[in-house]
C-alpha cells in the first residue's frame, strides 16, 4: 500500500457534498487508500455552532467532533474513486468517548482507520486528538450507496 500525503481543500470539495458551515475536514494530511487516514479540521471563534454552544465557553459539540470523524472516514473511503451518484450514511456508532473539551483555536487531529468492507458497509476506528492529547475516539459505521437505491 502506497502512503500519499495530503488532501488540499478543492479535492474535499469534489470528494464530500458537505458545504460550509457543515464542512468540517479542512485538509487530508495523509493517507494509505483503504487502510488509514490523517486529516484537520481548524477550530476558530467564527464557528457558527459557537453563538450557543456555549456563550460564556464555547466548546466544539461533541456530535460535530462525531460528524468531523466520519467525514474523514468517507475522505478514506472515496480517496480512490466515488461513483456519481454515491451517497455516503452515517449508519451507526459505538463506544463514543468525549475526554477532552475542544475549543476556540484548537486544532483537530482526526484519524480513521478502516477495520472492515463488505456490500458497501464500511466499519472504521476513529479518533480526534488536540496537542497529542485525545479529544474523542469511537467505532462508526457508514454505508455506501446510491441516490436511486
Not at 459539540?61 to 468517507?74: C, K, M, R, S
Not at 455516503?88 to 473539551?101: C, E, N, Q, V
Request: neutral net charge; aromatic residues 8%.
Amino acid at each position: 500500500m502506497s502512503k500519499s500525503t495530503g488532501i488540499d481543500i478543492n479535492k474535499i470539495l469534489k470528494l464530500l457534498p458537505h458545504r460550509y458551515p457543515f464542512l468540517l475536514v479542512d485538509r487530508v494530511l495523509e493517507i494509505t487508500p483503504r487502510v488509514s487516514i490523517t486529516a484537520l479540521k481548524n477550530v476558530t471563534m467564527n464557528e457558527p455552532f459557537f453563538q450557543g454552544h456555549f456563550p460564556d465557553f464555547p466548546v466544539m459539540p461533541g456530535v460535530l467532533i462525531i460528524e468531523a470523524l466520519a467525514q474523514t472516514a468517507a475522505l478514506l473511503t472515496f480517496s480512490e474513486e466515488r461513483a456519481e451518484d454515491a451517497v455516503y450514511y452515517f449508519a451507526g456508532i459505538d463506544g463514543a468517548r468525549f475526554k477532552k473539551p475542544v475549543l476556540p483555536g484548537d486544532q483537530l487531529i482526526m484519524t480513521a482507520t478502516l477495520e472492515r468492507e463488505r456490500a458497501g458497509i464500511y466499519k472504521f476506528q476513529v479518533q480526534a486528538t488536540v496537542d497529542g492529547e485525545l479529544a474523542a475516539e469511537a467505532n462508526i459505521t457508514c454505508a455506501v450507496r446510491s441516490k436511486g437505491a
